[in-house]
């Protein structure tokens, strides 16, 4: 018997078989998850930009081939840690 089938009313139920559903209903997923170096992690955050500079980078995305601004901004820092060395 499956535990999703519904038993009929007239049926007799084991002790055994409800203790066989009962095991088999973790509420928790108790399986590990491998564990994420540093550079697997992502990290989310807000930025605020003021109204000017959201502007200039608006200009600069459009003028470098439309990409989106979360794109843009993405580009800008990967190009600034490269210039840094780091």
Known sequence: MSKFNKPKATAQVSDAEIERVIQGADA?????????????????????????????????????GGLTRLSWIRLAV???????GI
């Open 28 to 64: 928790v997923d108790d399986r590990r998850q491998p564990e994420k170096t540093v550079d697997q992690v992502e990290v989310r955050f807000t930025m605020t930009l003021t109204g000017d500079m959201a502007g200039r980078v608006d200009r600069a995305r459009k003028l470098s």
């Open 78 to 84: 990967a190009e600034k840690l490269g210039r840094e």
